[in-house]
Every structure is written in C-alpha cells, then in structure tokens.
C-alpha cells in the first residue's frame, strides 16, 4: 500500500523513470545520491517499484518490531544481524553483516546513502563500496535529479579495489545532478 502511494507521488511530482538497457543485476549495491530531503525515499522506492527492482535496505533491528516493521518490512527492510559469530568472536561490523548478506542470497539489490544524512556534507561513507569490494558485486548508481525529474540508474561500476580511481568515477557521474536543495548536497572532496 505505501509503494502504491509513492508510485502515485512520483507521477504527481512529474519524475520519469530512466533505466539503462540490460539492467539485470541479480545482486548489487545500489547507491542513492543525492540524499537531500525526506522525498528521496518516496521517489527513490517509487522509482524501483515501477522498474520491478526488489530493493533491499538495512535498518536497525529494532525499527523492524511491531509497529514500525509492518511499514518497513513491506518496503524491503531488512534487520541487520552484526552479532558475534557462534565460537565467540567479536561483533561483526556493519560491512562485515552486510556482506555476510549478500554471500547468504542468491538476489540482493542493497540500497545505501553514502552521505549518511540530509544535511551537507563533504566527506562521504565509504562503507558500500567496500561492501561491494568484499562480496564481489557491483555498485549501481542510483539518483533522483530534481530539476530534470529524473529518477534512475544512471551506472553500474564493478570495484577494482582501486578506491581512489573507483570514486572519482562515482563523483564524476553524480557532479551534475540536482537534489531537492542542491545547497545540501556535497561531493566527497576527497575524490572529487
């Protein structure tokens, strides 16, 4: 029901979808940039919705209890398990489970923000790409420019485990795409 009224939303606001051709990655970590406000996410499900892309999102085991979990679990939540292993090792952390995912499914589309948070910030979290690195599959980029109405996949890197090399190619697909409040959003000067 949520994603019906998003798919609605997403026509009001005037986006159009726009997929590559070939789009038929069975598992892939799926970066939503830029992360500006809170319409993000409405266009951002509504978009992998309409394409028939089952997207995955890890969230804090606790916001997947009742009541929150009857909202979250529908739209692909999925409750992290960073426990320590069963000979007693320490707390996995979040890349470590998240890859632990990706090696126990035969499909995973796992959607992250990279900048973490609405606000501005210059220093993205590198965590995904090293997710992907470590569980062997590519990273899609996903966007919502707001000033085209664009909502989509613009590309798909395969990590080289050359980081540097790897984000500059990320910044340089995102450098000219308008969140809500472009104000708000920030490449990471590290690698732009």
């Known amino acids: 029901m949520v994603l019906f009224i998003f798919r609605i939303l997403f026509r009001l606001k ?6 590559p051709e070939n789009l038929l990655i069975k598992k892939c970590v799926v970066v939503a940039a830029p992360h500006t406000s809170n319409w993000d ?3 951002g ?14 969230i804090k085991k606790s916001f997947m209890d009742f009541p929150l979990g009857l909202i979250f679990k529908p739209m692909g939540g999925i409750a992290i398990n960073r426990n320590a ?19 126990e499914s035969d499909e995973l589309n796992l959607l992250v923000t990279p900048e973490g948070t ?43 485990g050359d980081i540097k090399k790897d984000m500059k190619e990320i910044m340089d697909f995102y450098r000219n795409i308008k969140g809500r409040h472009p104000e708000k959003f920030s490449l990471d000067l590290d690698y732009a």
Request: hydrophobic share 40%.
């Open 41 to 43: 996410g409405v266009i």
């Open 118 to 160: 609405r606000k501005k910030v210059t220093k993205w979290k590198t965590g995904f790409y090293y997710v992907a690195l470590g569980a062997k599959v590519p990273i899609a980029l996903g966007y919502m420019d707001f000033e085209k109405k664009e909502a989509g996949i613009g590309k798909v890197i395969y990590p080289s």
């Open 14 to 19: 005037g986006f159009k979808v726009i997929t």
């Open 85 to 103: 292993n069963e000979k007693g090792g320490e707390k996995k952390s979040m890349t470590e489970a998240m890859i632990d995912l990706f090696n």
């Open 45 to 58: 499900f509504a978009y992998y919705d309409i394409v028939g892309i089952k997207i995955r999102f890890a």
